[in-house]
């Protein structure tokens, strides 16, 4: 017998209005009626009519997560924080490609807004970067929570982050702590705020030790493994060479372990080398590359949190929806170091 939301009032011992109030994430009702409520909701195995709940109010209950690559393995770690967060809270989510080199990918978000009346969009990098897609939403009156923005100190919309260049700082230190005194670094793809940032973030670190940067030491990649295997064999083929390269993440990290292996040079003996993000490749290398653990499924449960959270629409320029998550340091045998640590 399908359990309805009279089942869970009746039991609950309230009214189908603050059963509904509860189920919405509505703020204002009281913590212990939160809690019978929602202890009700498990014990009769209730689940609400997404097709109702929409006829009954103006939303939709669904949420659209876009990528420009949705098969990455940060888009993977993103998607299963959101989709997770969405569960708790009885909304969907759709996983959304966009291509914004295309000519009509303003079409194909105009079709998709008002297709499905989106009830918010997470924009994953360097998407939450583009200004004329910001103020495409912004046009469709769809709120919407950056993903890692280009800037958020003025920002008019919610956001998630880490300190991407407080973080790079620290790995450089931490290499540097390591003796390291002439270390490569393997930039990101420039479309991404974040490669700016880790950047920034090596050079302050190098700064602060005292140590020159050695502009040859300093290439450029997109993110991708070839690009970080190209790089990774040309500062090997360097005189003198680093004896540690950091790159932007840890998908070139790996293209310069295996550049590494290529040319017979011993790591960590002969190369010490660090990643950033922790994805899967860090963890699977051989050996095991040291990384900045960014929090990804954590962002995105946080972003649907603050698309969910009542005021949001109203006013998506507050302090309170932009936020910043910690990170760690995941010390692995790339370094030297060993047994994971953080």
Not at 52 to 71: E, K, Q, T, V
Request: glycine share 8%; proline share 4%.
């Amino acid at each position: 017998m399908t359990v309805t939301i009279k089942d869970v009032a009746a039991h609950a011992g309230v009214s189908t209005k603050t059963v509904s109030r509860v189920m919405n994430g509505e703020q204002h009702v009281r913590t212990h009626v939160r809690e019978a409520v929602m202890r009700v909701v498990g014990e009769l195995g209730y689940r609400p009519n997404a097709y109702a709940r929409s006829l009954s109010s103006a939303r939709s209950y669904l949420i659209a997560l876009f990528f420009d690559d949705p098969a990455s393995g940060y888009a993977t770690a993103m998607q299963r924080g959101a989709l997770m967060r969405c569960r708790e809270r009885h909304y969907h989510l759709l996983v959304q490609p966009l291509d914004l080199a295309s000519a009509t990918w303003v079409d194909e978000l105009t079709e998709t807004a008002q297709s499905l009346r989106l009830d918010g969009a997470i924009l994953a990098p360097p998407l939450s970067q583009n200004g004329a897609l910001l103020a495409k939403l912004t046009a469709l009156q769809i709120p919407f929570v950056c993903i890692s923005p280009a800037d958020t100190g003025r920002a008019a919309f919610g956001s998630v982050e880490i300190d991407e260049e407080r973080a790079a700082y620290d790995m450089t230190a931490r290499l540097i702590a390591l003796g390291h005194r002439d270390i490569g670094f393997i930039e990101g793809d420039r479309a991404h705020a974040s490669s700016a940032k880790r950047r920034a973030g090596f050079v302050a670190a190098m700064a602060a030790a005292g140590l020159a940067v050695d502009e040859r030491h300093m290439l450029r990649g997109d993110f991708s493994f070839r690009s970080g295997l190209e790089a990774g064999e040309a500062l090997l083929a360097m005189r003198p060479r680093p004896s540690a390269i950091f790159a932007s993440n840890d998908d070139m990290a790996l293209g310069v372990s295996v550049a590494a292996l290529k040319h017979h040079v011993a790591v960590p003996a002969d190369l010490a080398i660090a990643g950033f993000d922790d994805a899967a490749t860090a963890r699977l290398a051989w050996p095991p590359i040291t990384t900045i653990r960014q929090p990804v499924s954590e962002m995105g449960a946080a972003a649907v949190d603050i698309l969910i959270d009542p005021g949001y629409r109203a006013n998506m320029a507050a302090a309170e929806y932009r936020r910043r998550l910690g990170y760690d340091l995941v010390a692995r045998d790339s370094t030297g170091e060993g047994a994971e640590t953080a």
